[in-house]
């Protein structure tokens, strides 16, 4: 069945670094590929998706690119800010399927 | 963007009682809603799936009679925990398919609602 993976958090920066969570999925067919940010104890939000290979979704200075070579789609920024501490969740949805979500990783940005 | 509400953000029950959340979608039509469950520093895990008119769709080992779900209308579902116990308390969150003439798989959270029994 589909699968999605995502590196163990927590991950801790300072502001202003430079992020990258890594993704990496196991799918048949070609699915939509998201990631979700969920503030502390509230849901989720939509922060990008790609809906096929080589497509890049960005939001907010957050990007991440859709690679079927690969089967992944790291989310990186370029400098992150305080406010962006939360959960960050690599999603995939195959036409007509449910959602499969990643266990999540936390991130924590120290001023 | 399109956006769903849950009601009540925060519910505090004694065990025995029942406790109903709803889910709207608040700019647009859904025939699918799908009702997840999460644990402290957990991901998302998908009890059912509610399609407008018909029976829910309820994932293995989740109990349909334990959670019921109602999808009567476009914009609204209904979850109700019955006879909740302290193994219920959670986070509730529901997510809406936008059904928008067009097939996307893009899902719509709520905010989430903390159940918590006493």
């Known amino acids: 069945g589909n699968s999605v993976t995502q590196m163990e958090g927590p991950v801790t920066l300072s502001e202003e670094a430079f992020l990258t969570i890594n993704c990496t999925y196991t799918?048949?067919?070609?699915?939509?590929l998201f990631w979700y940010v969920q503030y502390p104890g509230e849901g989720l939000q939509l922060l990008l998706k790609?809906?096929?290979?080589?497509d890049k979704g960005s939001n907010k200075g957050f990007e991440a690119t859709y690679r079927k070579e690969t089967t992944s789609f790291h989310l990186e920024k370029g400098s992150v800010q305080v406010s962006e501490s939360a959960v960050y969740f690599c999603?995939?949805?195959?036409?007509?399927?449910?959602?499969?979500f990643g266990p999540g990783t936390r991130l924590s940005v120290l001023p | 963007g399109a956006v769903v509400s849950q009601h009540p953000s925060r519910v505090i029950c004694k065990s025995g009682t029942s406790v109903k959340i709803e889910c709207r979608s608040l700019d647009f039509q859904a025939t699918t809603m799908f009702w997840y469950r999460q644990f402290p520093k957990k991901s998302l895990m998908l009890m059912a799936t509610?399609?407008?008119?018909?029976?829910?769709?309820?994932e293995q080992g989740v109990e349909k009679d334990k959670f019921l779900i109602n999808h009567a209308s476009l914009t609204l579902s209904t979850l109700t925990v019955t006879s909740a116990h302290p193994e219920d308390s959670s986070f509730y969150i529901c997510?809406?398919?936008?059904?928008?003439?067009?097939?996307?798989?893009?899902?719509?959270f709520g905010p989430g609602t903390r159940l918590t029994v006493l």
């Open positions: 999603a995939l949805s195959g036409k007509g399927q449910n959602f499969v």
């Open positions: 509610s399609n407008e008119g018909s029976k829910a769709t309820y």
């Open positions: 790609a809906t096929k290979a080589d």
């Open positions: 799918a048949t067919g070609y699915p939509s």
């Open positions: 997510s809406a398919r936008d059904r928008g003439g067009r097939v996307t798989d893009t899902q719509y």
